[in-house]
């Protein structure tokens, strides 16, 4: 059986809000079984507790944000993406400020954070849903769906206007029973537009964001002096954010996602569509799934 994991212990860390530029406390805490990811406001009265669910999602422009009375964190979608890459089911992020940490806009800082604190086995099943027929969201040219498939893939392909991406590879698909997340793309970092960023600012949004966290692009090259950590790191992030989008199902999606320039709206939207079909869903057990994702074996073994 394919145990449910924590946190062993809490392990802190603080950093930059992308949004608001302001330094954020974060410590990462074990939780009960079967208790999910939960995000505490520690700085509202009374602390305010925000579950990572897809229908708690209440604003998707540059990142993926969960509110509840009055209370939100945004950005959300780097750290449950490292929850997802190492099996974490369940575990409470305390803040106390309204965004996660950017970090270095990767999930890795997130993966080393949760492999500090150690990784605990608890005594109950993984949840899985597995995705019976095809669904699908679409926006102008953009889309994005679910297929079934007994495994979990992601698909993605970016296409933007730009010299410096039009030139590398823009579509990539990766199969998670062969292929780890840790290894293959929690390092791939956000990215944005130098002509935007000012657009940004003056909506006090991406205040902290910098070539520290970020890879910035202006009409014609890439700013960051080290340049991309791949050459395919751009729809690499785009797979990452799907990863952390598709967490806030509550579940391990058995199937495959394919997304051709959607962001964390129409994740959302396919989400919370797939849930209004009884027929197009059903959980399931460990045993009924052929290709499950490697890390969730081999961190298993490792974990004490």
Do not use: C
């Amino acid at each position: 059986m394919l145990k449910q994991r924590t946190l062993s212990n809490s392990v802190r860390a603080s950093g930059v809000g992308l949004h608001t530029g302001e330094k954020i406390n974060m410590t990462l805490r074990p939780a009960a079984k079967n208790a999910g990811i939960t995000f505490r406001r520690l700085d509202v009265k009374p602390v305010q507790h925000i579950s990572a669910l897809a229908e708690n999602v209440t604003d998707t422009m540059l990142g993926t944000t969960i509110s509840k009375n009055n209370a939100s964190v945004m950005t959300v979608e780097h750290i449950l993406a490292a929850f997802a890459g190492l099996g974490i089911d369940n575990a409470l992020i305390d803040l106390d400020g309204p965004e996660v940490p950017i970090m270095d806009g990767s999930s890795a800082s997130f993966i080393f954070l949760i492999e500090s604190a150690g990784i605990e086995e608890q005594n109950a099943s993984k949840k899985f849903l597995r995705i019976k027929k095809k669904v699908r969201v679409e926006e102008d040219e953009k889309f994005a769906e679910f297929k079934p498939y007994n495994g979990y893939r992601i698909s993605f392909e970016i296409d933007f206007d730009h010299p410096m991406i039009k030139s590398k590879l823009t579509k990539l698909s990766v199969d998670f029973s062969t292929l780890t997340f840790l290894k293959e793309i929690s390092r791939a970092r956000t990215f944005g537009f130098l002509k935007e960023i000012e657009t940004l600012r003056s909506n006090n949004l991406a205040l902290g964001g910098s070539l520290d966290n970020a890879i910035v692009l202006d009409d014609y090259r890439i700013l960051n002096q080290d340049g991309l950590r791949y050459q395919d790191e751009l729809v690499r992030h785009k797979i990452l954010d799907v990863v952390g989008d598709l967490y806030l199902m509550g579940h391990i999606l058995v199937g495959e996602f394919n997304g051709y320039k959607s962001g964390h709206e129409l994740n959302n939207k396919l989400i919370l569509k797939l849930y209004t079909d009884q027929t197009a869903w059903e959980e399931i057990k460990e045993s009924e799934i052929t290709d499950i994702p490697i890390s969730y074996w081999t961190s298993a073994m490792g974990s004490t």
